[in-house]
Nanobody
Framework: QVQLVESGGGLVQAGDSLRLSCAAS????????MGWFRQDAGKEREFVGF????????AYADSVKGRFTISRDDAKNTVYLQMNSLKPEDTAVYYC?????????????????WGQGTQVTVSS
């Protein structure tokens, strides 16, 4: 499995932007589809988006489409979540996750490696 460490969370105001990073260990980063999820207190974990192992495909939850962008830098073993026009309802702990690119489980399932999460708080 791959080890994941998120960073970049913080407290921002509504309308601000924030970029989260997720650094992965190991030499097989390109074997993994990478996803972002979030979970607010008392709520279920929510799929935010994903990027395929080769960067050729992305998909986003309707709640973030047009505001959030996922990218990856394979040379740095890092995946990013660029968040623009943040809203108070985006407040949550954000987790990155990895799944093997050969996984047959339909998206957003099949993620087997998870980071520890980073808190994003958006004030109104």
């Amino acid at each position: 499995q791959v080890q994941l460490v998120e960073s970049g969370g913080g407290l921002v105001q509504a309308g601000d932007s924030l970029r989260l990073s997720c650094a992965a260990s190991g030499r097989t980063f390109r074997s993994y589809d990478m996803g972002w999820f979030r979970q607010d207190a008392g709520k279920e974990r929510e799929f935010v988006g994903f990027i395929s192992w080769n960067g050729g495909s992305t998909a986003y939850a309707d709640s973030v489409k047009g505001r959030f962008t996922i990218s990856r830098d394979d040379a740095k073993n890092t995946v990013y979540l660029q968040m623009n026009s943040l809203k108070p309802e985006d407040t949550a702990v954000y987790y990155c996750a990895a799944r093997n690119r050969f996984t047959l489980v339909p998206m957003p399932g099949g993620f087997s490696s998870w980071g520890q999460g980073t808190q994003v708080t958006v004030s109104s």
